[in-house]
């Protein structure tokens, strides 16, 4: 047991006396070289390559399907649109934080604590007396949302593992484009979620951040291997896109506004990758570059994407890739990398649970309690991929849900709470209030989208299997 990490003894007698919370000590879940403030702390390479990693995940492959749902116009202007506007409410965020921090005296808010603070010092009685529900709400939307992408994880690796397995037979040396083959999957998808199960119920058994840093080494590896096979084969003989549609439909729009939501997944970070830096005021420069790559980066693959393939744009970009074993090493590559990032995005919902868990029993129950609660939890990462096996529409359902609250709402709606005593300008908030109108009807519309279409016959021509590959 000593990958685990954990000194239950001296955690059990602490617990009332963190400085941090749960939640707040989950938030560095990217690296074992976060430390806390005062110590060496992260450089500005360092910040921005976990910036980098944990914005860059699943979403990224689904950018050329959602580009489809928006149009071959309105979904690149969208997408830059949708990218500014989460980075202008990440530095709202970060402003907030800072400000709450210099009125309480206090070295760190997080996200969380940004949000009950905010609530505690608001004119209105009732929102005072209720604050702590707004710690519990981002608490709940951080615990649905990296649950949702582990959920998403799962899918994802199921789909790859099951067409490079069925399609071993028929793979060749030879890159040509993918031709459509009308194959009868040999085994259920779902049996390839329940083959992965057991492997990441014993990955995320490892606590331990100094071992995991090695796998997320090896995640970074092999994502940026796929990726540059990814962009080498969709820049090669891009048919002319006279064919593809400038603007979709309102109600694909819908699905694309999740799914492009989605994909900007590091706005729970910011505030603790800030303060881990040795250097916090340098902060910015690295959120504006770091943002600025992973939105070129999003454009470039989600339009070079759809235009490579077109209406037979899969879920995953990684399923239009040509039956040879190079291609097939992308995916594998990339579902290598998705493995041990899982542990990486897991570490959010478990730090946050297991605590409280843990303490509500006697120490000689604590480890069995922790296991199970980890088992349990990815148990329930593989029950809602099997109930739920559209990678395309689940993306987008999260993406409305929770990622455009956190994204979009809460900042905006923080600012308002914490500046509008304080001479905020017109000009401010009527901004804020039209950025939480728009995350709102997004939330609202693309949730009702996303279910409709979950409610729906699955069409094997659409979905993310490999019955039928297009």
Same mark, same amino acid.
């Given at each position: 047991m000593s990958l685990l990490g954990r000194d239950y003894n001296s955690e059990l007698n602490s617990l009332d006396n963190r400085s941090q919370s749960p939640s707040e000590s989950s938030s560095s879940i990217t690296s074992e070289n976060v430390h806390p403030a005062g110590e060496a702390g992260l450089s500005t390479m360092q910040t921005l390559i976990h910036l980098l990693k944990c914005n860059i995940g699943t979403g990224l492959l689904g950018l050329p399907l959602a580009m489809k749902n928006a149009g071959l116009l309105v979904g690149p202007v969208s997408l830059l649109a949708i990218g500014v506007l989460t980075v202008h409410c990440m530095v709202i965020l970060l402003n907030c934080a800072q400000h709450l921090s210099q009125r309480l005296q206090k070295t760190f808010v997080n996200y969380e604590e940004a949000t009950m603070y905010s609530l505690e010092t608001c004119p209105n009685t009732w929102l005072r007396t209720h604050a702590v529900w707004g710690r519990y709400t981002v608490s709940f939307l951080l615990i649905i949302t990296q649950l949702g992408f582990c959920s998403v994880y799962f899918m994802f690796m199921a789909d790859n593992l099951?067409?490079?397995?069925?399609?071993?037979?028929?793979?060749?040396?030879?890159?040509?484009? &993918?031709?459509?083959?009308?194959?009868?999957?040999?085994?259920?998808? &779902? !049996?390839?979620?329940?083959?992965?199960?057991? !492997?990441l119920i014993l990955l995320v058994f490892i606590q331990n951040l100094k071992v995991l840093s090695v796998f997320s080494t090896l995640a970074n590896i092999t994502t940026v291997g796929s990726m540059a096979l990814i962009f080498e084969y969709i820049m090669q003989g891009i048919p002319y896109p006279s064919n593809l549609p400038l603007m979709a439909n309102w109600k694909t729009f819908l699905l694309f506004f999740g799914t492009a939501i989605f994909t900007f997944e590091g706005v729970g970070m910011v505030l603790p990758l800030k303060n881990q830096m040795k250097h916090p005021q340098q902060f910015s420069f690295v959120l504006y570059l770091g943002m600025s790559i992973v939105i070129i980066l999003y454009i470039f693959l989600g339009t070079l994407g759809y235009m490579k393939f077109g209406s037979d744009t899969q879920a995953s970009i990684t399923l239009n890739l040509p039956n040879c074993w190079l291609y097939q090493s992308v995916k594998l590559m990339y579902s290598i990398g998705i493995f041990f990032t899982y542990a990486l995005q897991f570490h959010v919902p478990a730090e946050i649970i297991i605590p409280f868990a843990v303490s509500q029993v006697s120490e000689s129950w604590a480890l069995f309690v922790d296991l199970s609660v980890r088992s349990a939890l990815v148990c329930l990462t593989c029950v809602s991929a099997i109930l739920i096996p559209r990678l395309d529409l689940v993306i987008s359902l999260l993406g409305s849900v929770s990622s455009s609250a956190l994204a979009l709402i809460i900042p905006a709606l923080l600012e308002i709470v914490i500046f509008y005593s304080e001479d905020m300008s017109c000009v401010t908030l009527a901004k804020d209030i039209m950025i939480s109108i728009l995350g709102l009807l997004g939330c609202i519309f693309g949730t009702y989208q996303a279910l409709y279409e979950l409610t729906q016959p699955i069409n094997h021509s659409m979905a993310n299997s490999t019955g039928v590959y297009a």
């Amino acid at each position: 047991m000593s990958l685990l990490g954990r000194d239950y003894n001296s955690e059990l007698n602490s617990l009332d006396n963190r400085s941090q919370s749960p939640s707040e000590s989950s938030s560095s879940i990217t690296s074992e070289n976060v430390h806390p403030a005062g110590e060496a702390g992260l450089s500005t390479m360092q910040t921005l390559i976990h910036l980098l990693k944990c914005n860059i995940g699943t979403g990224l492959l689904g950018l050329p399907l959602a580009m489809k749902n928006a149009g071959l116009l309105v979904g690149p202007v969208s997408l830059l649109a949708i990218g500014v506007l989460t980075v202008h409410c990440m530095v709202i965020l970060l402003n907030c934080a800072q400000h709450l921090s210099q009125r309480l005296q206090k070295t760190f808010v997080n996200y969380e604590e940004a949000t009950m603070y905010s609530l505690e010092t608001c004119p209105n009685t009732w929102l005072r007396t209720h604050a702590v529900w707004g710690r519990y709400t981002v608490s709940f939307l951080l615990i649905i949302t990296q649950l949702g992408f582990c959920s998403v994880y799962f899918m994802f690796m199921a789909d790859n593992l099951q067409q490079m397995v069925e399609e071993a037979h028929v793979t060749s040396n030879i890159c040509q484009p &993918r031709e459509t083959l009308a194959l009868t999957p040999i085994l259920d998808i &779902r !049996f390839y979620m329940l083959t992965i199960l057991p !492997f990441l119920i014993l990955l995320v058994f490892i606590q331990n951040l100094k071992v995991l840093s090695v796998f997320s080494t090896l995640a970074n590896i092999t994502t940026v291997g796929s990726m540059a096979l990814i962009f080498e084969y969709i820049m090669q003989g891009i048919p002319y896109p006279s064919n593809l549609p400038l603007m979709a439909n309102w109600k694909t729009f819908l699905l694309f506004f999740g799914t492009a939501i989605f994909t900007f997944e590091g706005v729970g970070m910011v505030l603790p990758l800030k303060n881990q830096m040795k250097h916090p005021q340098q902060f910015s420069f690295v959120l504006y570059l770091g943002m600025s790559i992973v939105i070129i980066l999003y454009i470039f693959l989600g339009t070079l994407g759809y235009m490579k393939f077109g209406s037979d744009t899969q879920a995953s970009i990684t399923l239009n890739l040509p039956n040879c074993w190079l291609y097939q090493s992308v995916k594998l590559m990339y579902s290598i990398g998705i493995f041990f990032t899982y542990a990486l995005q897991f570490h959010v919902p478990a730090e946050i649970i297991i605590p409280f868990a843990v303490s509500q029993v006697s120490e000689s129950w604590a480890l069995f309690v922790d296991l199970s609660v980890r088992s349990a939890l990815v148990c329930l990462t593989c029950v809602s991929a099997i109930l739920i096996p559209r990678l395309d529409l689940v993306i987008s359902l999260l993406g409305s849900v929770s990622s455009s609250a956190l994204a979009l709402i809460i900042p905006a709606l923080l600012e308002i709470v914490i500046f509008y005593s304080e001479d905020m300008s017109c000009v401010t908030l009527a901004k804020d209030i039209m950025i939480s109108i728009l995350g709102l009807l997004g939330c609202i519309f693309g949730t009702y989208q996303a279910l409709y279409e979950l409610t729906q016959p699955i069409n094997h021509s659409m979905a993310n299997s490999t019955g039928v590959y297009a």
